[in-house]
């Protein structure tokens, strides 16, 4: 069974740091990964789709990578802004045929101003 | 990307009432999906409603508890019957982007519930 895991739970930094959030699965044969923004009470952005066959996606400020051999996906956001606080959830796509998502737990992010 | 809306958008029900919450797309897709988020976790399938045939439940959520209807392609709801204070949660759906190699999905903006 796929297991999704995201480190750290929750993040504060200043304004104009480039940060890392970290997303880990357990097994490593997946058709996808996708990351997505969640604003308080509200519903899910995606930001990025990786697909298996790739090392990286970038949008923007935004660049996800991907490891999958070692069951690794990192999202870097560059220069944050408060307008980046949010709660960044990784999912896999474990297969070709079916659209089931495995969601982390989310890396709550507060960007001080 | 399809732009999907819920409605409501927020509710607080007694328990032991049902609720039926609604999801409605801007085009026409195969693949609309259930989820819940429950505080403080993650998002966990709750079925797969496909239009023209019967909901595919995932493992622990029932149709008594959780009927779904999908009556056309761009409209489906979600009914959270005889509910307790355990079923407060933010529910959303999503769907599919369609036959593609990408397999990506997009979510509406959620419906928050409160059981007292």
């Known amino acids: 069974k796929q297991e999704v895991t995201q480190i750290p739970a929750a993040l504060s930094v200043p304004e104009g740091e480039n940060l890392v959030l970290n997303c880990s699965f357990t097994d490593s044969a997946i058709y996808n990964l996708q990351w997505f923004r969640q604003d308080p009470g509200k519903g899910l952005t995606s930001l990025l789709l990786i697909q298996s066959s790739q090392r990286e996606q970038t949008s923007g400020r935004l660049n996800a990578s991907l490891d999958k051999s070692s069951g690794r996906s990192t999202l870097y956001i560059a220069a944050s802004q408060p307008g980046d606080s949010a709660t960044y959830l990784c999912?896999?796509?474990?297969?070709?045929?079916?659209?089931?998502?495995?969601f982390g737990k989310g890396t709550k992010l507060s960007v001080i101003p | 990307s399809a732009v999907i809306s819920q409605k409501p958008s927020r509710d607080i029900c007694q328990r032991g009432t049902s609720l039926t919450i609604q999801c409605q797309v801007d085009s026409q897709v195969t693949m609309m999906f259930w989820y819940r988020q429950q505080p403080g976790q993650s998002l966990t399938l709750i079925a797969t409603a496909n239009q023209g045939s019967e909901a595919t439940y995932e493992s622990g959520f029932v149709i008594d508890k959780f009927p779904i209807s999908r009556p056309n392609l761009t409209f489906s709801t979600l009914t959270v019957s005889n509910m307790s204070p355990e079923d407060s949660s933010i529910y959303l759906c999503?769907?599919?982007?369609?036959?593609?190699?990408?397999?990506?999905?997009?979510f509406g903006p959620g419906t928050r519930l409160t059981v007292t």
């Open positions: 999912a896999v796509h474990s297969g070709a045929g079916s659209y089931q998502l495995t």
């Open positions: 999503s769907v599919g982007a369609g036959f593609t190699a990408s397999y990506e999905q997009y």
